[in-house]
């Protein structure tokens, strides 16, 4: 028996819905763009664009698409706790409530214009209608919420894909541009159009009563399901505070009560509590992620859409996404990744997913050198191999996280594009080697032992941020690539190799080609599969990357 396809989800539904939308706004712009061109090219454009979307299958995707994504939206409104959020997440919400108001007349003012009186959505009866009553401005104006609140959205949605960071300078001039020439196009057709005697005619016609009936009726029943989405609100708040359904949740900083029913996320925002949350609490970026150190049982278990996140990040049976996690009991909890604010020492970069460049460094033997020295000597060394590393990850604009007395990894990219996060950390490792080669001579002349060390610097997705619960130490990084990095450290080791670059960076970084012509480079692959070249040195990557 075939197995039946799985419902989709709910954040696959309002992504999905959110996608045709865009994409129906962005097609709507490039259409007005025409009319920089003139007004015939943008009406046959506008007639092919009409022919898609008035079609059945187009019609029924496109407001089947609204129905779903508006629906969602009220029904997300309803199901929160408090209506603190981040500004990008409320600039978001607001302009998304504010694009139906738009929408409606825009709608009855063509496509059910066209159902009623088969009067045809052209540019020149539309322009003409617009400038009869000098309503130019305020149809520039329809697109302009709707295409912030769906690049909002898609940024939300794909920010920690590569592909995206890759793309982000192009997509957002894509997102800049496209408004502008739509509106130049728009008003270059009106020009067009007021010296045209048959279009002053059409904009002296005039509008038909039903229509505007229809524009009013279905304004008031959007406004009524938003007043009710409120109201509703309001009173399931009043009756949980009228119930006394409290529940306790403990911070390492302080404890708070609120509603059962809340969120963990929504708990840190109502009281004021910094806690990260990249995507705004949509299950996707995991750096609201908090351990739950008691009341595991007034857990509920996590959802699908949470499980798989968590599943995603390989995370302890005890690690909750704070955004999903509703405690029904007390809980106590420490978010594993602070806000930048949350702690004393500046981080305006941490608290990031992304793509990020790391290099591993790693001091292999140092155990057992340890062993053959004086207590003294050994924390002499300790400190010089600290410092060492402290100067290059200072000297190339670095972080330096998953610090020990044994290795430490330095995270490149925070704030530029993956690319020049990769040729950064390639001359950060070539200026670490050398650091490196200077103590293991100075280890060798004064204590008669030349301590190993290794190098792995490899690109992919990682978190970073600071632990909450010890804010004066360094950042943790977390994530597929640090877990790749590791994995291809392992197999450098075994395969007594003291420099592994992974393929994927030297590619970003503009290397392959040098790094694979140096004589003793080697292939090598991690238990994950990243591929890697174990390197006798970067003696000359400086030249690659000047050029």
């Not at 929504?266 to 949509?282: K, W």
């Not at 949470?306 to 690690?319: Q, S, Y």
């Not at 704070?322 to 500046?346: T, Y």
């Not at 599969?529 to 400086?542: F, H, I, K, N, R």
Request: some cysteine; proline content about 6%.
């Amino acid at each position: 028996m075939r197995a039946s396809l799985p419902l989709p989800s709910r954040r696959e539904l309002r992504l999905a819905s959110g996608l045709v939308l865009v994409g129906y706004i962005a097609l709507h712009l490039a259409n007005h763009a025409l009319g920089l061109v003139s007004l015939a090219v943008a009406e046959r454009g506008l007639a092919l664009a009409v022919r898609v979307w008035q079609s059945l299958p187009g019609s029924v995707l496109l407001y089947g698409a609204f129905a779903v994504h508006l629906a969602l939206a009220l029904e997300s409104i309803h199901a929160r706790r408090t209506l603190r959020m981040a500004p990008a997440d409320l600039a978001r919400v607001f302009l998304g409530l504010g694009i139906p108001t738009l929408l409606i007349g825009h709608a009855v003012g063509t496509r059910l214009a066209w159902e009623l009186y088969g009067e045809s959505p052209a540019y020149a009866r539309v322009i003409g209608s617009l400038l009869a009553i000098d309503g130019q401005g305020r149809q520039l104006a329809l697109l302009v919420p709707g295409w912030l609140h769906g690049c909002i959205g898609v940024h939300f949605a794909f920010s920690r894909r590569p592909l995206y960071q890759r793309l982000k300078p192009v997509l957002f001039a894509a997102a800049l541009l496209l408004p502008v020439l739509g509106a130049l196009g728009f008003l270059s057709m009106a020009r067009e159009m007021q010296t045209t005697a048959a279009v002053r005619a059409v904009a002296q016609a005039a509008p038909h009563g039903a229509l505007a009936s229809a524009r009013e009726g279905a304004l008031a029943t959007y406004f009524a399901a938003c007043t009710l989405v409120f109201l509703a609100r309001a009173a399931r708040g009043w009756r949980e505070r009228r119930a006394g359904a409290l529940v306790r949740i403990r911070y390492p900083q302080r404890s708070v009560q609120v509603p059962r029913g809340w969120s963990v996320l929504e708990a840190s925002r109502g009281h004021h509590l910094p806690h990260l949350a990249v995507c705004g609490g949509r299950a996707r970026c995991s750096t609201c992620r908090v351990q739950v150190v008691d009341g595991e049982s007034a857990c509920p278990p996590p959802d699908e859409i949470e499980a798989a996140t968590l599943r995603r990040i390989r995370a302890a049976p005890d690690v909750r996404l704070a955004c999903q996690l509703r405690p029904r009991g007390d809980v106590a909890v420490v978010p594993l990744l602070a806000a930048p604010g949350a702690s004393p020492r500046p981080a305006p970069a941490h608290g990031v997913e992304k793509e990020l460049a790391l290099v591993c460094i790693e001091w292999r033997d140092f155990a057992t050198l340890a062993h053959a020295l004086l207590p003294q000597d050994e924390v002499f060394l300790a400190t010089r191999f600290r410092r060492a590393v402290q100067a290059v990850a200072l000297q190339h604009a670095a972080v330096a996280c998953n610090a020990s007395g044994e290795r430490v990894t330095l995270a490149f990219g925070l704030a530029c594009d993956a690319r020049e996060g990769c040729r950064q950390a390639l001359a950060a490792a070539r200026a670490a080697e050398r650091s490196l080669a200077a103590l293991a001579g100075l280890c060798a002349r004064q204590f008669g032992a030349r301590p190993e060390f290794a190098l792995c610097a490899h690109v992919g997705i990682a978190a970073l941020g600071e632990t909450e619960d010890e804010p004066q130490h360094p950042p943790a990084a977390a994530g597929p690539a640090v877990r790749e990095a590791q994995h291809l450290a392992r197999a450098g080791a075994q395969a007594g190799a003291r420099l592994v670059i992974s393929l994927a960076l030297l590619r970003q970084a503009g290397a392959e080609a040098w790094a694979r012509s140096r004589p003793g480079a080697r292939a090598l692959a991690g238990p994950g599969g990243a591929e890697a070249l174990s390197l006798p040195s970067l003696e000359d990557v400086d030249q690659v990357l000047a050029s």
